[in-house]
Structures are given as C-alpha cells and as structure tokens.
C-alpha cells in the first residue's frame, strides 16, 4: 500500500501544465473584427428592426379596433410590454453600433491575447 505522505520515487504524480501545453500555439489566421461586426449586425436588426420598427408598426397599423396576431391581441395603445420591448430593442440596437465602432477601430489581423507569446 502506497503512503501518501512520503514521496514517490517513480517520479512526480502532477505534471505542470505550464510548460507542457497540451495543445501547440498556433495561428488560427482569423480577424477578431468579424465577431463585432456580425454582434453588431444581429443586434441592430433584431433590436431596432424587429423590437423598434415592427413593434411600433404593430401598434400602428392595430387602429382603433385592434387585431390579433398569432393569439395575441394588438391595440393602438402601448402597454408595459410594448415600451418594455421598445426601450430593450433601443437599448440592444446601441449596443450593436458600439461593437460595429469596436469593429472598426481595431486593428486587423488575428486575434491575439494580451500577454500570451505566440
């Protein structure tokens, strides 16, 4: 039976994984700034094209008598979940164009972790 306590004399139980990756660096050749452009994209378009524009063009075209879509009944008037969803799609179409600004400003090239030697 083994002795935890004393040493093993085969040799270290734990290899450290510092320097010994398990996988070799390598350049992927990707651009980091098409993660920001196609995050931005998709917020912008479901944000102010879907939760914005369709929203308000629901309401709008609802009139005075209202409709139902899917099961759901549309008024004129904006309820609680309509500027809820108004105020998250303007919120979400922002975010999308601060990361199209993020695309833009970074450089080109790889994606490269700050402090990590390739």
Same mark, same amino acid.
Do not use: C, K
């Given at each position: 039976?083994?002795n935890?306590?004393?040493?093993?004399?085969?040799?270290?139980?734990?290899?450290d994984?510092?320097?010994?990756?398990?996988?070799?660096?390598?350049?992927?050749?990707?651009?980091?700034?098409?993660?920001?452009?196609?995050? *931005?994209?998709? $917020?912008?378009?479901? /944000?102010?094209?879907?939760?914005?524009?369709?929203?308000? @063009?629901?309401? =709008?075209?609802?009139?005075?008598?209202?409709?139902?879509?899917?099961?759901?009944?549309?008024?004129?008037?904006?309820?609680?979940?309509?500027?809820?969803?108004?105020?998250?799609?303007?919120?979400s179409?922002?975010? *999308?164009?601060? $990361?199209?600004?993020? /695309?833009?400003?970074?450089?080109?090239?790889?994606?490269? @972790?700050?402090? =990590?030697?390739?």
């Amino acid at each position: 039976m083994r002795n935890p306590f004393t040493e093993n004399a085969g040799g270290p139980l734990v290899v450290d994984l510092q320097e010994t990756p398990a996988v070799p660096p390598m350049d992927p050749g990707g651009d980091e700034r098409v993660g920001y452009f196609l995050g *931005g994209a998709i $917020l912008i378009g479901f /944000g102010w094209g879907v939760a914005v524009a369709l929203n308000l @063009l629901l309401h =709008y075209l609802a009139g005075s008598g209202g409709m139902t879509v899917d099961g759901h009944q549309i008024t004129s008037t904006l309820g609680s979940f309509a500027w809820a969803t108004f105020a998250f799609g303007l919120f979400s179409g922002a975010f *999308g164009v601060v $990361l199209v600004a993020l /695309g833009r400003s970074s450089p080109r090239g790889p994606l490269v @972790l700050p402090g =990590y030697d390739y």
